[in-house]
């Protein structure tokens, strides 16, 4: 009764792709840091993106997502997903380039690159500095649930805050740095207002950024107040669908200083980014692996 209950609220609007094999894990793309939006409940991926709010379930029979029409799943996950991509290629690419990451390839191969909004990823890792993914969450939840509209489908969330849109960077720009602190960004308050006031005035170019050479993309970021190398890279490589980006966090430098020493051709692949997806992921579950010596 569950089941079907639950599968009432959305009616006819759910869509199923069939994933061939392991090419494609929802559950290690979608919470595994990349974004902090979505939530495992019963089964399912609970979360809200482009304004919208859906759930996907992953069995042997394929991807579903429930909320989306065949038309929506084309316009708008299947993009967000990455599912056109050849990741099975890209494997092989990186493997080729550093042979030593085999096993964790093969370890987190589903994983692809999420395509968010340029503005949500660079509010949220600029939000994740110094900071742990619970914390992280529960600012971008009440953020969210305080500035943000209703998102389609978002009336079915079992939280209220999922239910809710990012807020656009006009939404932000009034937005006062105590207000900002309230909601628990601490430092990272003042940041947030130059940058909502910056993007809602049109002085930052995410268009430009996008399709910018990667060292000019990296240097207009990083005049951005409040804009490190890591964010920089991680608005990137998530927010603007630049592959060749390596996030470095304490997991990704532990792994350079253990198992990966030496590996600078890694990190000038045209697919670092992914391979750091894998290295991140092959760490967190397997810490004991990247202990020094």
């Known amino acids: ?136 969450r529960g600012i971008i939840a009440r953020l969210c649930l305080q500035y943000g509209e209703p998102a389609v489908n978002g009336e079915w969330a079992a939280e209220e805050a999922e239910g809710r849109a990012f807020p656009t960077p006009e939404a932000l720009a009034g937005v006062s740095e105590e207000e900002f602190r309230a909601l628990g960004c601490g430092y990272r308050s003042g940041y947030l207002t130059e940058l909502a006031r910056r993007a809602a005035d049109g002085e930052i170019d995410f268009a430009a950024i996008k399709n910018a050479p990667i060292d000019e993309a990296r240097k207009k970021l990083l005049s951005l107040k409040g804009v490190g190398p890591k964010v920089a890279e991680c608005a990137l490589l998530y927010g603007f669908g630049r592959l060749e980006c390596f996030p470095v966090d304490v997991w990704i430098r532990r792994a350079l200083e253990t198992e990966f020493t030496g590996g600078t051709a890694l990190l000038k692949s045209p697919y670092a980014g992914v391979a750091q997806q894998y290295i991140f992921e092959y760490i967190r579950r397997n810490p004991e692996r990247f202990t020094k010596k």
């Open 1 to 136: 009764m569950l089941e079907q209950s639950r599968d009432k609220r959305f009616g006819s609007r759910k869509y199923t792709v069939s994933i061939a094999g392991n090419e494609f894990s929802a559950a290690d793309t979608l919470t595994g840091g990349q974004c902090f939006r979505w939530t495992l409940r019963n089964g399912r991926l609970c979360g809200t993106a482009f304004g919208r709010y859906v759930e996907m379930e992953q069995n042997a029979e394929g991807l579903t997502v429930y909320g989306a029409d065949a038309g929506e799943y084309g316009s708008v996950w299947r993009g967000y997903l990455d599912m056109d991509r050849d990741y099975r290629e890209i494997r092989r690419i990186v493997i080729d380039i550093e042979p030593r990451l085999r096993e964790s390839a093969e370890y987190a191969g589903g994983i692809h690159i999420l395509a968010q909004e340029p503005w949500e990823a660079l509010c949220s890792f600029v939000i994740s500095q110094n900071n742990n993914i619970p914390r992280i």
